[in-house]
């Protein structure tokens, strides 16, 4: 088997996050992306060798005997949202419990997973669950009709219109049809990634699981004139609320965006009609939410994650000085503050902060105080020691300087709530290396229909210190243990060039990949005197960047 070799062979497992090891006939091996347990498939090799084979996907040759005749979604393969639609909930609760495990035991042993793995707990929902979607305006084809959707899988470019979405409810769906009916009627043209011309970019759409109130919230360029433009929105405004709901619009938005790089960012929203926000309930709080606010996208399952949190906290918080870490609303924090001290939210977002500081009035707790900034550097600005620590870390876990500090707290117990269990792993190990054993173990399903899952783990601080040997642990040693493929530069250099256009260079790289929580060895990332200067990364490349390390799954 060599590079450029194509090869047949049946999915024999599937490791996080859902790449599959293929077993030829001949007894060979090697990795692919977006395959199921038991398909059997053909193989582009792009790396050959014992260690390492690596192959891309060609063809689906015969279904898995897990899947369903009928996939859940009409949209299921060509869509690059979703990947588990063709599997009944309880294989794919199965196939995430699995991944989970050949990631843990690793870490923890065979025999603390048994002693303290306690399942892993369904989504209330395993449809129309989600209360937040971002849409792209785009075509399907080159220079088809317009489409507004999902990107087409394995396409960075090509959207598919995702009117049958199953994992959004039926006004979702309703906002969608009638936006795109009525801008296609309209001849609008979409902004294009590589000419950055057109107009209509993003349809962001929130509504809320338990109040039902909807936020919709247009995203365009300003490439049009003004007087057209109001008379333009006005129209899409009026057929929006001419149309039947079973929730109720609380906001129509237009939000203005002239940036370059492919992402939902706000340089100046208007309200075309209602609010600006809406308002959401989880465990008896009220949240309010605005179109760009972090929330849990699954606000039932959400609570099913506070509340399995919650348990593992148990009477740890009690009366105690609690440190919410990466705190986002400030969600977590204020469950908990009705049983705590006092609690310190912690989170790098302003808006979240804000958003956090308005959601403990909203509540009527006077017990919790958020802080905006980076957790590395704001816990050294903070006097109170926590008794208690929360963690729920980005996708990329916690830095490896913050995770020092938070360990020299020396606090007896903490929970760790993660959304990306690669990350969790590597970060256990640094936690089982200096003292600490994992007592409770647990994952809610925020995500049916995708490989993504979350984890819940409750650490312990051993008694004494004959019951461990602390050590330090470097950079390097702490990516050498991770779970996750990495690519090379000379790849992500390539795909950039082929996906955007763009020549990036390896400076470029390693600067994105530090912001990002990727540890490099430091000559890559620091210069070599206090005085000297990098040129930093342009915005465009660095976005590209980005999606290159997302389609890598390095970030």
């Not at 290396?433 to 409750?458: I, N, Q, S, W």
């Not at 050498?480 to 090379?488: H, Q």
Request: aromatic share 8%.
């Amino acid at each position: 088997m060599k590079r450029g070799d194509i090869v047949q062979g049946k999915v024999v497992k599937v490791s996080f996050p859902n790449k599959g090891i293929i077993e030829t006939a001949e007894g060979d091996r090697l990795r692919v992306k977006g395959v199921l347990p038991g398909q059997t498939v053909s193989v582009r090799v792009k790396k050959s060798s014992k260690e390492k084979a690596q192959g891309n996907l060609l063809s689906l040759d015969v279904p898995s005997p897990l899947e369903l005749d009928v996939p859940a979604c009409v949209h299921f393969g060509k869509c690059g949202g979703c990947t588990y639609q063709s599997l009944s909930y309880e294989n794919q609760l199965k196939i995430k419990e699995d991944m989970i495990h050949d990631l843990m035991v690793p870490v923890i042993g065979e025999d603390v997973w048994n002693d303290t793995y306690e399942g892993i707990k369904a989504s209330p929902n395993q449809f129309e669950y989600r209360n937040k979607m971002e849409f792209s305006f785009g075509d399907e084809v080159k220079d088809g009709p317009l489409t507004l959707g999902m990107h087409k899988k394995g396409s960075f470019y090509d959207v598919v219109t995702v009117d049958g979405c199953q994992i959004i409810d039926s006004d979702m769906r309703q906002v969608l049809t009638i936006t795109l009916d009525y801008f296609a009627r309209s001849n609008q043209p979409y902004y294009r990634k590589n000419t950055h011309e057109g107009y209509l970019r993003h349809l962001l759409v929130r509504k809320a699981a338990k109040t039902g109130e909807i936020l919709v919230d247009l995203v365009t360029s300003t490439q049009i004139s003004s007087l057209y433009e109001i008379a333009l929105l006005e129209g899409w405004k009026q057929e929006l609320l001419a149309a039947t709901w079973t929730g109720a619009i609380a906001g129509i938005l237009h939000t203005k965006n002239d940036r370059e790089a492919d992402v939902v960012a706000d340089e100046g929203t208007e309200i075309l009609y209602g609010h600006t926000s809406f308002k959401e309930e989880i465990l008896g709080l009220s949240f309010t939410i605005t179109p760009f606010s972090f929330f849990q996208t699954n606000s039932l399952g959400a609570e099913v994650l506070y509340s399995t949190a919650r348990d593992f906290i148990a009477t740890g918080a009690d009366g105690a000085e609690v440190y919410d870490l990466y705190s986002g609303t400030g969600t977590i924090a204020q469950v908990i503050a009705p049983a705590a001290k006092h609690v310190t939210g912690v989170e790098i977002i302003a808006e979240a902060v804000e958003a956090a500081k308005e959601n403990a009035k909203l509540n009527n707790l006077d017990n919790c105080d958020f802080i905006a900034g980076d957790v590395l550097k704001v816990l050294d600005d903070i006097t109170e020691k926590p008794d208690y620590i929360i963690l729920d870390p980005p996708r990329d876990g916690i830095h490896p300087k913050a995770l020092d500090k938070i360990i020299d707290y020396g606090v007896d117990s903490l929970v760790y709530i993660s959304c990306k269990p690669t990350s969790l792993a590597r970060d256990l190990e640094v936690f089982l290396a200096r003292g600490y054993k994992v007592t409770r173990l647990a994952c809610v399903d925020m995500f049916p229909g995708t490989y993504h899952v979350e984890t819940c783990a409750l650490l312990s601080k051993l008694a004494g210190a004959e019951n461990h040997v602390e050590f330090s642990v470097s950079g390097d040693e702490l990516e050498v243990t991770t779970a996750e493929s990495k690519a090379t530069y000379q790849q992500i250099k390539d795909w950039v060039q082929k996906e955007c256009g763009l020549n990036v260079t390896s400076l470029n790289i390693a600067q994105v990949k530090r912001a990002n929580g990727i540890i490099e060895r430091e000559c890559y990332n620091e210069p070599k005197s206090e005085d000297s200067r990098q040129p930093g990364c342009p915005e465009e490349k660095w976005k590209a960047i980005e999606e290159a390390l997302r389609y890598f799954q390095m970030i």
